[in-house]
C-alpha cells in the first residue's frame, strides 16, 4: 500500500494530448467543413483570398529565379505557407505592429512594404528596412520577436491605441526559444494585445517538428503563460484568416495576448543558401503535404462557383511577374549603401573618433 | 544642496527624469512596490503611479524586450537589470537588437532605452553579482557604456542617459552605493556623455581609471602630492565610447601614464585605452605604460574579494615603477 503512488503521471500525460482538432473551414478535399463560416465570405472575399495566394506564390518563383541568376541575397522560401501567411495578414489592419521573422516577407509586404524594399532587404541594403509598413525588418533572431512583441503591445496599450494590435511570427522550431516563452508570458502578465503566430511548417532547417519538444502541441506552449491558443489548418486560408480575424477581435476589445498555430509545410528548402531538403526528408513524407495545397483547395471552390478560370489565373501570374520584375529593376538601381554613411547611422551624434573615420571614407568614396 | 549616496542621487536623477517627461517608464524586477532589492526606486512607484513605475517578471531577456518594444512605440524605456551578472540572459536584446537599432533603420526606429544595472566587488555577493562585466558591452558599436565614479556625476549622467535617443547601459557601482556621500544639488543638472572629467590636475604622471578605481586612484594622487609628486587623475565616466582627446591631452603634459581598472586585464577597457593611446600619442610618452588589473582568474568567491581587487596599494606601486623607469 505504502508502495501506492499518488499521482499517475502517466495518465496526466496522456491527458495532454486531448486537444480539439485544429480549425477548418474547407477540408483537403475542398468541401465545406463549416457552412456557417464559409458562408460569412462573399464571392469577392474568396476571389480576393484567390489572388493573394497567387501572388505569393508568383512572388516566390519569381524570387527563386532571381535567386538563381544570383541577383538576391538571403531568401527564405514560402511555397506551401500561402494560406498561413496571407490568411493572418490580411485579417489585421495599417496600424497593427508587425514582428516577422524572416520568412515573413510576403506578409509584411502586404502590410505595406514594398517589393523593391523586400528585394533590397533581402540584398542587404538598408533602405530594404526603410519602408512605411508599421513594422520591424525581418528578425533573425529566433525569439527575439516575440519578447519585443510583448513591449510593443504594452506600448500601444499605453499609447491607448484603442483599434491595434502587435503581431508576430516564429516557426515550429522558434517555440524552442526560451524568449518565446518569455514573450509570451510577458504579455500575458501584463495582458497586452499581442498576437503571438506559430506558422509550424514542419522543420526547423532539417530537424522535424517531433523532435522540438514533447509537447503534442504546439498551441499548448501558449497554457503555461495562461494564453488562450488554437491550431488551425495552415493550409486552409479562410480558416487562417477568420481565426486570426477571432483574435484580433478579442484582443481590441481589451483583452489580452493569443497565440495560434498553424499546421503548415514549408515546399522546399530552409533558405536559397545550398540548403537541400532530400537530405532529411522522403518523397513519402512530402506527397500528402503537397496534395493539401491551399490554392488547389480554393482554386475548386472558385471553379466550381464560376468565379475563376486557369486564363484568368495565368493572366495575373503575368502581371505579377511583370511587376516584380520592375521591382528588382528599380533594386538594381539603388546604389550600394556608404561606410560613412553605416558610421552616421550608428549614433544620433557620431563621436569625435567616428567623425575622423567619417572623414577618411567620405575623402575616399569621393574619388 | 544635501549629501547624498550614491543610491540617493540615483533616485533623484530618477525622480527628475519621471517628472521632466512623461513617456519614461521604469521596471524590471522588485523596482515597484519593493523600491528595489537596493531601494534606488524607492517611492517612485508610490509618486508616479503603476503605470510608469512597475514590477515585471523575473525574466532579463523579456524585460529588455519590453524595453525594445515600448521603445520601438514611443516610450523611453528605463529598464533595471537587477545585477549585472543577470544580464548575459538578455544579451541578445542589448547587443543584437537595441544597439542596432538606429543603424538598421537609418535612424527612422530607435532604441532609446536606458539600462541600470549594478556591479562591481568588494561588498560580498554571492556570485555572478558582483563581476565587472563592461567589456561584454564596450564591444559593441551603438551602445554607451556609462560607469560614475560618485554620487555627483551618477546623478548627471544617468539624466543625460536617459536623454540621450540611443541605448546606454549604466553601470552602477555598487560598493559605492552607499559608501560615498557628495553634495547633490537639488533639481536637474547633466554631466555629459562621452567625456572623460580630469578630477585631479597633475605634471608628472597620468592615472585613467574609472567606476570605484578612480577614488583609489585620488587615494594615491593624495598620498603622493606629500611627496612632492604630481599626479593627474583622469575618470573615464563613460567608457565607450571613450574620450581620446582628454587622455592624450594629459600625456602631452605629463609623459606617463597608469591605467587601472577594476576588471581582470583581459577583460576591461584598460586595453582599449592603452591601445588608443600606442595609436596616437606614443612619441608623447617616455615611459611603457602602466597597467593596473585584477588578475585573469574568475571573479573569486566572497571570501577573497578584498585581496583579489587592485586597490590603492597595487596603483601607488606601479605608479612608483613608471615614474622611475
Same mark, same amino acid.
Given at each position: 500500500m505504502a508502495n501506492e503512488p499518488i @499521482?499517475?503521471? =502517466?495518465?496526466?500525460?496522456?491527458?495532454?494530448?486531448? @486537444?480539439?482538432?485544429?480549425?477548418?473551414?474547407?477540408?483537403?478535399?475542398?468541401?465545406?467543413?463549416?457552412?456557417?463560416?464559409?458562408?460569412?465570405?462573399?464571392?469577392?472575399?474568396?476571389?480576393?483570398f484567390m489572388k493573394k495566394m497567387v501572388w505569393e506564390r508568383a512572388l516566390h518563383n519569381q524570387t527563386m529565379n532571381f535567386s538563381r541568376q544570383g541577383r538576391m541575397g538571403f531568401y527564405a522560401p514560402t511555397e506551401g505557407e500561402e494560406a498561413s501567411e496571407m490568411g493572418t495578414v490580411l485579417a489585421m489592419k495599417d496600424q497593427d505592429y508587425l514582428l516577422p521573422a524572416y520568412r515573413d516577407v510576403p506578409q509584411l509586404i502586404q502590410h505595406g512594404a514594398t517589393v523593391t524594399e523586400a528585394y533590397l532587404w533581402s540584398r542587404g541594403h538598408v533602405i530594404g528596412n526603410k519602408f512605411k509598413a508599421r513594422s520591424l525588418m525581418p528578425q533573425i533572431i529566433i525569439g527575439a520577436?516575440?519578447?519585443?512583441?510583448?513591449?510593443?503591445?504594452m506600448g500601444i496599450k499605453k499609447n491607448n491605441e484603442e483599434d491595434a494590435i502587435a503581431f508576430t511570427y516564429t516557426g515550429d522550431g522558434g517555440t524552442s526559444q526560451g524568449d518565446s516563452y518569455e514573450g509570451m508570458n510577458f504579455a500575458g502578465a501584463f495582458q497586452v494585445p499581442a498576437l503571438f503566430i506559430v506558422q509550424n511548417n514542419g522543420f526547423a532547417i532539417s530537424t522535424p517538428r517531433?523532435?522540438?519538444?514533447?509537447?503534442?502541441?504546439?498551441?499548448?506552449?501558449?497554457?503555461?503563460?495562461?494564453?488562450?491558443?488554437?491550431? @488551425?489548418?495552415?493550409?486552409?486560408?479562410?480558416?487562417?484568416?477568420?481565426?486570426?480575424?477571432?483574435?484580433?477581435?478579442?484582443?481590441?476589445?481589451?483583452?489580452?495576448?493569443?497565440?495560434i498555430e498553424t499546421l503548415t509545410y514549408r515546399y522546399?528548402?530552409?533558405?536559397?543558401?545550398?540548403?537541400?531538403?532530400k537530405r532529411y526528408r522522403t518523397k513519402e513524407e512530402t506527397q500528402p503535404w503537397f496534395d493539401k495545397d491551399p490554392l488547389i483547395r480554393l482554386r475548386k471552390i472558385l471553379e466550381d462557383k464560376g468565379l475563376w478560370s486557369e486564363e484568368q489565373e495565368d493572366k495575373l501570374v503575368d502581371e505579377y511577374k511583370a511587376s516584380f520584375k520592375?521591382?528588382?529593376?528599380?533594386?538594381?538601381?539603388?546604389?550600394?549603401?556608404?561606410?560613412?554613411?553605416?558610421?552616421?547611422?550608428?549614433? =544620433?551624434?557620431?563621436?569625435?573618433?567616428?567623425?575622423?573615420?567619417?572623414?577618411?571614407?567620405?575623402?575616399?568614396?569621393?574619388? | 544642496m544635501a549629501k547624498k549616496t550614491y543610491i540617493q542621487a540615483i533616485t533623484d536623477a530618477l525622480d527628475i527624469v519621471l517628472e521632466d517627461d512623461p513617456k519614461t517608464l521604469i521596471f524590471g524586477e522588485d523596482v515597484g512596490k519593493n523600491g528595489g532589492v537596493f531601494r534606488t526606486t524607492q517611492g517612485l512607484q508610490e509618486k508616479y503611479g503603476e503605470d510608469r513605475v512597475f514590477d515585471t517578471p523575473l525574466a532579463e531577456s523579456g524585460i529588455l524586450g519590453l524595453a525594445t518594444g515600448l521603445g520601438l512605440t514611443g516610450w523611453r524605456p528605463?529598464?533595471?537589470?537587477?545585477?549585472?551578472?543577470?544580464?548575459?540572459? $538578455?544579451?541578445?536584446?542589448?547587443v543584437g537588437q537595441e544597439a542596432r537599432m538606429r543603424f538598421r533603420f537609418d535612424g527612422q526606429k530607435t532604441s532609446p532605452v536606458t539600462i541600470r544595472t549594478p556591479y562591481g566587488g568588494g561588498t560580498h555577493t554571492a556570485e555572478m553579482h558582483a563581476d565587472n562585466l563592461e567589456s561584454y558591452f564596450t564591444g559593441t558599436p551603438g551602445l554607451r557604456v556609462v560607469m560614475p565614479s560618485n554620487p555627483y556625476d551618477a546623478k548627471g549622467l544617468l539624466i543625460s542617459s536617459v536623454e540621450n535617443n540611443d541605448p546606454v547601459l549604466f553601470m552602477e557601482n555598487l560598493k559605492l552605493y552607499r559608501s560615498m556621500k557628495d553634495d547633490i544639488p537639488d533639481g536637474k543638472y547633466t554631466v555629459p556623455l562621452d567625456k572623460a572629467n580630469v578630477v585631479r590636475e597633475g605634471n608628472d604622471i597620468t592615472i585613467v581609471a574609472y567606476g570605484a578605481e578612480?577614488?583609489?586612484?585620488?587615494?594615491?594622487?593624495?598620498?603622493?602630492?606629500?611627496?612632492?609628486?604630481?599626479?593627474?587623475?583622469?575618470?573615464?565616466?563613460?567608457?565607450?565610447p571613450i574620450d581620446t582627446e582628454t587622455i592624450?591631452? /594629459?600625456?602631452?603634459?605629463?609623459?606617463?601614464?597608469?591605467?587601472? #581598472?577594476?576588471? #581582470?586585464?583581459?577583460?576591461?577597457?584598460?586595453? #582599449?585605452?592603452? /591601445?588608443?593611446?600606442?595609436?596616437?600619442?606614443?612619441?608623447?610618452?617616455?615611459?611603457?605604460?602602466?597597467?593596473? $588589473?585584477?588578475?585573469? /582568474?574568475?571573479?573569486?568567491?566572497? #571570501? /577573497?574579494?578584498?585581496?583579489?581587487?587592485?586597490?590603492a596599494d597595487e596603483i601607488e606601486e606601479k605608479v612608483n615603477e613608471v615614474l622611475n623607469y
Open positions: @499521482v499517475d503521471f =502517466e495518465a496526466i500525460k496522456n491527458d495532454l494530448t486531448n @486537444v480539439p482538432k485544429p480549425i477548418q473551414i474547407l477540408n483537403e478535399n475542398a468541401e465545406v467543413i463549416d457552412q456557417d463560416a464559409f458562408n460569412s465570405f462573399s464571392d469577392d472575399d474568396l476571389v480576393e520577436a516575440y519578447n519585443e512583441a510583448a513591449g510593443v503591445a517531433r523532435k522540438q519538444t514533447a509537447a503534442p502541441t504546439l498551441a499548448q506552449k501558449a497554457v503555461a503563460a495562461g494564453i488562450p491558443s488554437v491550431q @488551425v489548418d495552415g493550409m486552409d486560408i479562410l480558416a487562417c484568416y477568420k481565426v486570426a480575424k477571432a483574435a484580433r477581435d478579442y484582443m481590441v476589445a481589451g483583452n489580452g495576448p493569443v497565440m522546399g528548402a530552409h533558405s536559397s543558401a545550398g540548403d537541400d531538403p520592375e521591382a528588382i529593376k528599380e533594386a538594381d538601381a539603388v546604389p550600394a549603401d556608404k561606410v560613412s554613411d553605416m558610421l552616421k547611422r550608428t549614433f =544620433e551624434i557620431p563621436t569625435p573618433e567616428m567623425k575622423k573615420e567619417i572623414d577618411k571614407f567620405e575623402a575616399k568614396e569621393s574619388k | 528605463i529598464p533595471e537589470i537587477q545585477f549585472m551578472g543577470f544580464s548575459f540572459e $538578455a544579451v541578445d536584446q542589448i578612480v577614488n583609489e586612484a585620488k587615494k594615491v594622487a593624495d598620498k603622493l602630492a606629500d611627496k612632492n609628486i604630481s599626479v593627474e587623475v583622469i575618470d573615464l565616466r563613460t567608457v565607450s592624450f591631452k /594629459s600625456i602631452e603634459k605629463t609623459h606617463k601614464v597608469v591605467i587601472v #581598472q577594476e576588471a #581582470q586585464k583581459i577583460a576591461g577597457v584598460g586595453a #582599449q585605452v592603452a /591601445s588608443a593611446i600606442a595609436e596616437g600619442a606614443v612619441l608623447s610618452l617616455d615611459a611603457p605604460v602602466g597597467r593596473v $588589473a585584477a588578475p585573469n /582568474s574568475v571573479y573569486p568567491f566572497a #571570501q /577573497s574579494e578584498d585581496y583579489w581587487i587592485p586597490g
